[in-house]
């Protein structure tokens, strides 16, 4: 059974900094992709970054690249997301999401919130 665990949300000043962690479990993680979706409030979900299995490869979304990193680590089950120069406009839950597909179709955590506010 899949399960993804997110952590490390919080509030935070717009500029700011948050390192989120994902611990997978269930399925053989370094065999997947993964990826960091959120939800922004009244909004859908919307893909922000994905990482090969072996994390040699990434992708982002355009309001995001420069700003966030995602990377993992196979021998722990991890994947994690280091976001810089937080706005407020990156509001939202954020949730951890195996393999490849539509979003909405991906398996997925209960998430993490992100304030940033001043």
């Known amino acids: 059974q899949v399960q993804l665990v997110e952590s490390g949300g919080g509030l935070v000043q717009p500029g700011g900094s948050l390192r989120l962690s994902c611990s997978a479990s269930g399925f053989p993680f370094k065999d997947y992709a993964m990826n960091w979706v959120r939800q922004a409030p009244g909004k859908g979900l919307e893909w922000i970054c994905g990482?090969?299995?072996?994390?040699?490869?990434?992708g982002y979304e355009d309001s995001v690249k420069g700003r966030f990193t995602i990377s993992r680590d196979n021998a722990e089950n991890m994947v994690y997301l280091q976001m810089n120069n937080l706005k407020p406009e990156d509001t939202g839950v954020y949730y951890c999401?195996?393999?490849?597909?539509?979003?909405?179709?991906?398996?997925r955590g209960r998430g993490t919130q992100v304030i940033v506010s001043s």
């Open positions: 999401a195996k393999g490849d597909g539509r979003v909405a179709d991906l398996p």
């Open positions: 990482i090969n299995n072996w994390g040699s490869s990434a």
